[in-house]
């Protein structure tokens, strides 16, 4: 075995993987990576099912430090890596070699990358996922965010050949919402207020629910339902009128109007806005977001045929060029406040 | 021949979810009609469909779109819901002991003020309440259980507390619950219960199921505190019972 140990990482830090489904009628929601793709292509980078588990890395930097030779995969929101001075590019497989050190530095443009290793991450998996979820106490090796001086372990990298995979272009169009269940609760002018405005993610969000700055949403008939069911990407509206979508670690019930829910195909998309950054919504029809859902269903199934080998080290250090280009400002997330208020402060049963 | 029951209505919840709404309300006809809903789910699983949420007033059903669409689904859905709802399901029973008042459940007093009565009084009302898991929801085991008396119904706390005590009993509206997690609630706390309805490592996972029928039934805090440690090591404490 080989072991990886966390020297830094900042907060919103996290093992996820597919989540563990099927018991939110218990209360117990699913959590697991806020974006598949990207866990996906990282894992498919080292050769593991596309759901394994990973380190999900929010958007601060982080050093991990290898005991034996280890094998990893970085994907996600891009951000300057390197091992022991040799850079990583994004979306590339790279090897640690026995006491090296890889450095992450903070995210651009994206919140969230995910660090794949090959053969996974050692745990004792509750209702099959090793995915943390702090509140339920599950999450393994550690049921809680990582820290420094955490240990994961892992097979011993394998010497294969590294790898690039070739993911579609980043996005930046709008996100879409498909309307309701609750969208009767609001005026037609509040819905297309809705649709007109820029929004932008606070700093004060994390995995349970991205709260949105915007103008207010008014309800017509006040902000109080009877609890229902929620899925990832909800968009409710409590009293304030200041929109929260639900994340992956959100109750499974809330009483707040749901006025859309993010198509599933844009969750992951919306998931890497970096607080801060202008963004809008665009409405779809369930049947088209459902035409969305199964071409993203496809993108994650073939996601083995694009892998790439990597000619040369030059190319590897154009792809990082490339990347830095590329992406946006660094994230103006302020250390301070990203994670230090939770929405539990400030929601409840109903 | 029977009365034909109003089909609910079907919400999409994204693409991949079905909020089928039976009321707007808290309505006891609509949840018996969500748990037979769910029920008949479970019994004829439909291709497709990962898993089903019952509400008071509705029942979340999360399905995979690349298996089957929305108006597919919901048509299946329609079908299943218009069967007559049986009149007696065969459900559990649980007694579940709480101990009232004092640091287990520091708004008896203040209920009991506001209700014009005694905290005595707000108890043998609690306790002689014949109850049905209606919901569970929010955080793991958090059950919600419908036939609260109305003469317990209160408006929920202006300032909700951000943190209530783990096995916390409490009434808030037209509802009374017990919930597993310590965390934040805006309901007014009663009691306590030993009974852990989410424990890891022990079988089930999950002690309540929604439909269950549950009572409660007052306990010294000497009975709390030996439940509490028998609890920890894994005993359900709650008593099941024949219905």
């Known amino acids: ?350 | 021949m029977a009365a034909t029951l109003p089909p609910p209505r079907l919400l999409p919840s994204g693409d991949s979810a079905i909020t089928v709404e039976f009321s707007r309300n808290i309505d006891d006809a609509a949840n018996r009609r969500v748990l037979a809903l769910d029920r008949a789910m479970a019994a004829e699983p439909l291709a497709g469909v990962t898993e089903t949420v019952p509400t008071y007033r509705s029942l979340l059903v999360h399905y995979d779109p690349v298996q089957i669409d929305f108006d597919k689904l919901g048509e299946k859905i329609l079908a299943l819901a218009q069967r007559p709802v049986p009149a007696a399901t065969a459900s559990r029973r649980w007694r579940i002991p709480v101990v009232y008042g004092g640091e287990h459940g520091i708004d008896l007093e203040d209920v009991a003020k506001t209700l014009n009565t005694t905290p005595d009084e707000i108890v043998a009302r609690h306790v002689a309440g014949d109850y049905r898991v209606a919901m569970i929801g929010f955080t793991p085991g958090w059950s919600y259980l419908s036939g609260l008396t109305a003469s317990l119904h209160m408006p929920r706390r202006q300032n909700p507390r951000l943190l209530t005590p783990a096995g916390t009993v409490s009434i808030g509206g037209v509802q009374t619950g017990v919930q597993c997690l310590a965390g934040p609630s805006g309901w007014h706390l009663l009691g306590q219960t030993a009974v852990r309805t989410y424990q890891l490592h022990r079988d089930p996972i999950f002690l309540l199921e929604p439909g269950d029928n549950v009572t409660f039934v007052a306990v010294d805090a000497k009975t709390f505190a030996e439940q509490d440690r028998a609890a920890e090591a894994g005993e359900f404490i709650a008593e099941q019972i024949a219905s």
């Open chain 1, 1 to 350: 075995m080989s072991k990886l140990v966390i020297a830094a990482i900042g907060p919103a830090s996290s093992v996820q993987d597919g989540g563990r489904p099927g018991s939110q009628r218990y209360g117990l929601v699913p959590s697991g990576a806020v974006d598949r793709l990207a866990l996906a292509a990282a894992n498919t980078l080292v050769g593991n099912g596309p759901f394994a588990a990973a380190i999900e890395i929010g958007p601060f930097g982080a050093k991990f430090e290898a005991r034996g030779a280890v094998r990893v995969a970085l994907s996600g929101a891009p951000r300057n890596a390197d091992i022991a001075g040799r850079p990583v590019a994004p979306d590339t497989s790279a090897t640690l070699a026995d006491g090296e050190t890889l450095t992450l530095g903070f995210a651009r443009g994206g919140s969230f990358s995910y660090l794949a290793i090959e053969g996974g991450i050692a745990g004792e998996p509750m209702f099959g996922s090793l995915a943390v979820n702090a509140r339920a106490g599950l999450g393994s090796p550690y049921p809680r965010p990582l820290q420094a001086g955490d240990e994961l372990q892992m097979k011993e990298a394998s010497g294969a050949p590294e790898r690039r995979i070739e993911l579609p272009a980043a996005s930046d169009a709008p996100i879409r919402v498909v309307w309701g269940p609750q969208d009767d609760e609001f005026a037609d002018e509040t819905k297309t207020l809705f649709l007109d405005s820029e929004w932008k993610i606070s700093a004060t969000s994390d995995r349970m629910g991205y709260r949105l700055e915007g103008p207010a949403l008014k309800h017509l008939y006040g902000h109080n339902i009877v609890s229902d069911g929620t899925v990832n990407g909800s968009l409710q509206v409590p009293g304030n009128g200041q929109p929260i979508v639900l994340m992956a670690d959100r109750g499974t019930s809330g009483g707040y109007p749901k006025i859309a829910t993010v198509i599933s195909a844009d969750f992951g998309r919306f998931a890497q806005i970096p607080a801060g950054r202008a963004f809008r919504f665009r409405a779809v029809g369930v049947a088209e977001a459902q035409v969305e859902a199964r071409k993203f269903a496809e993108l994650l199934r073939t996601l083995p045929e694009r892998l790439r080998a990597i000619e040369s080290v030059d190319l590897n250090i154009d792809a990082l060029h490339d990347a830095n280009v590329a992406g946006h400002a660094v994230s103006a997330v302020d250390a301070g406040t990203w994670h230090a208020v939770t929405l539990a402060d400030t929601t409840g049963p109903d």
